[in-house]
């Protein structure tokens, strides 16, 4: 069979599986399988240390390489239970304050246009959940998705990031938290000025 699509840039190709780490990572505990995968990123991934990405990448790695599965099950879950977690990963948790908001209406009005189903296991404003429309939005080269980012991720979603790397508990999480922050500000000018 004959793929007539055009080849992917490699930046697209990062764009969508940085989402899709993101989205995996948010949405509930790694397995086994992945934390390895991570673990094989090399502590000197890149050698610009100014680069915030690159750091974050390595951050993460050698997080993977040090945690425990019964650690990290239980990290995961200080962090996000819906019970008492120390953080909601929902953008109406960070959006609700804002006069004549209505986050959540706006984004399923938003997902029902581009045919996309709720997901029996999160929220549709989860950032997990974000993340991985986002993911498909950029394998599907479909430009709604410099929209789709600009009004339901770059308001919030870096708060989120900078939330959970800061908090006191986040051992894996902070990597995360912090390759997320740099991620999502390389997002908003590579959209900006690409797209």
Known sequence: MINDKPPWREQEFWRANTYQLLANLLIKPPDNRLVA???????????????????AWCGLGEAARRVQEADL???????????????????????????????????????????IE??????????GFLCKIM?????????RQIG???RHLKSWLP????????????????PVGLLGEAFIEVERILLRETY
């Open 37 to 55: 995968q991570l673990g094989e990123i090399p502590p000197a991934y890149l050698d610009n240390q100014e680069d915030s990405v690159a750091v």
């Open 73 to 115: 099950i239980s990290e995961y879950g200080v962090i996000f239970n819906e019970n008492g977690g120390r953080l909601v990963p929902r953008a109406s948790r960070y959006l609700d304050n804002l006069p004549n908001a209505n986050p959540l209406g706006l984004l399923r009005a938003e997902l029902a246009g581009l045919g």
């Open 118 to 127: 709720k997901n029996p296991e999160v929220l549709e404003d989860h950032a």
């Open 135 to 143: 993911c498909r939005l950029i394998e599907a080269e479909d430009p």
């Open 148 to 150: 789709f980012f600009s």
């Open 159 to 174: 708060v989120f990031f900078r939330d959970l790397r800061q908090l006191p508990v986040a051992d894996f999480y902070r």
